[in-house]
T-cell receptor, first 111, second 117 residues
């Protein structure tokens, strides 16, 4: 079983739609969780951290479910500019600042 | 606007040749990571350093790959000899624990796209 699992997609959604991605992780001792965004042929960039209480940044909401060991990302009112690959990232409790990236979920927002 | 730089951006080489990739982390960052990204495997950690000391290189094929930090402003990743299966995008990232940014946030360079023929 992979340490961090994501559905690679692609998710094709119309503009204005709401879309949600889930990600599961295997190490129950993990403490830090993130979503990164990667545009085509570009480097990954931090989108948002995921806190135990959940957090929201504009149209983006991230949530953590420790009991089921998954994190989610919800995007409301999708824009064409949201088209990208979204990477789920989980820290490795045994490694200083070491994290594991999921394969990424590709989102394509269609006009 | 501080950013991680990597050279070269693209590299095409023939099997058996040595490849050297360079990375300049963000000034003041104390952790440097090397990743490899392929369509099939996604982002895989090859090696990482803290304060220039190697912490973990278990993700790296030891017989052909080597990673070093000769000084705080330069990290290198070498492949010798290169093989077609090494074709991938190699990213360098840097971070600073306890800095203003999120704990564990990593700042990525633009990557080196390597093609081994």
């Amino acid at each position: 079983r992979k340490e961090v699992e994501q559905d690679p997609g692609p998710f094709n959604v119309p503009e204005g739609a709401t879309v949600a991605f889930n990600c599961t992780y295997s190490n129950s001792a993990s403490q830090s969780f993130f979503w990164y965004r990667q545009d085509c042929r570009k480097e990954p960039k931090l989108l948002m951290s995921v806190y135990s209480s959940g957090n929201e940044d504009g149209r983006f909401t991230a949530q953590l479910n420790r009991a089921s060991q998954y994190i989610s990302l919800l995007i409301r009112d999708s824009k064409l500019s949201d088209s990208a690959t979204y990477l789920c990232v989980v820290n490795d409790p045994g490694g200083y600042q070491k994290v594991t990236f999921g394969i990424g979920t590709k989102l394509q927002v269609i006009p | 606007d501080a950013r991680v730089t990597q050279t070269p951006r693209d590299k095409v080489t023939e099997m058996g040749q040595e490849v050297t990739m360079r990375c300049q982390p963000i000034l003041g960052h104390n952790t440097v990571f090397w990743y490899r990204q392929t369509m099939m495997q996604g982002l895989e950690l090859l090696a990482y350093f803290r304060n220039r000391a190697p912490l973990d290189d278990s993700g790296m094929p030891k017989d052909r790959f080597s990673a070093e930090m000769p000084d705080a402003t330069l990290a290198t990743l070498k492949i010798q000899p290169s093989e077609p299966r090494d074709s991938a995008v190699y990213f360098c990232a840097s971070g600073l624990r306890g800095g203003k940014s999120s704990y564990n946030e990593q700042f990525f360079g633009p990557g080196t796209r390597l093609t081994v023929l």
